[in-house]
């Protein structure tokens, strides 16, 4: 079963509202990543933000992550529609070996 | 920097039929590894390597072999191809093998079908 699960699956929205997604996971984590996936690309590192930390920033990014939860959000402020893309998340749990499981992903799409 | 080069972009197959799908880095990472994405499933791991010499088995190894004879190449043999290993595989690396802990760069994909 997948570590990561984003929700929602699919989010549309105008040019210039702000877009959140969420994912939730399954095990202790040692970091968690967001990535970006253009349509026929591959991915895009946006963010890590590691298991002690809360809150991370870039640029109009914005991640969140609740340990007690086991959850993450990514909010992408002031949208544009070079934002329409698929967004992963994925996490690297803290019980040892190397392996970085990544969810399903949301699509969002972005309206100009 | 070239980052991350997967070769072949596209490759079709005859069922049973094997090939080996190239991935290079000139990054000089430790880590690097290969997933599969199929609709609706994200990313699934298959193999990894945290060095020249070391590799290991992810979540879907079978029908897939991997060496790691020098720190740049990673290449990904499918032995007998089936038609259920269609799907889009990613080379992906990372500068340390501890958990992706500075994020992976990945490939742009070689998309496979097997028929």
């Known amino acids: 079963s997948q570590q990561g699960e984003e929700d929602p699956q699919a989010l549309s929205i105008q040019e210039g509202e702000n877009a959140t997604m969420n994912c939730s996971y399954k095990?202790?984590?040692?970091?968690l990543q967001w990535y970006r996936q253009n349509s026929g690309r591959g991915l895009v590192h946006l963010i890590l933000i590691r298991s002690n930390e809360r809150e991370k920033h870039s640029g109009r990014l914005r991640v969140t992550l609740d340990t007690s939860k086991k959850s993450s959000s990514l909010l992408i402020t002031a949208s544009r529609a070079a934002d329409t893309a698929s967004y992963f998340c994925?996490?690297?749990?803290?019980?040892?070996?190397?392996?970085?499981?990544f969810g399903a992903g949301t699509r969002l799409f972005v309206k100009a | 920097n070239a980052g991350v080069t997967q070769t072949p972009k596209f490759q079709v197959l005859k069922t049973g039929q094997s090939m080996t799908l190239q991935c290079a880095q000139d990054m000089n990472h430790e880590y690097m590894s290969w997933y599969r994405q199929d609709p609706g499933m994200g990313l699934r791991l298959i193999h990894y390597s945290v060095g020249a010499g070391i590799t290991d088995q992810g979540e879907v190894p079978n029908g897939y072999n991997v060496s790691r004879s020098t720190t740049e190449d990673f290449p990904l043999r499918l032995l007998s191809a089936a038609p259920s290993q269609t799907s889009v595989y990613f080379c992906a690396s990372s500068y340390s093998a501890l958990q992706g802990g500075y994020g992976y760069t990945f490939g742009s994909g070689t998309r496979l079908t097997v028929v």
């Open positions: 994925a996490t690297a749990p803290d019980t040892g070996g190397f392996k970085t499981i």
């Open positions: 095990t202790s984590i040692n970091n």
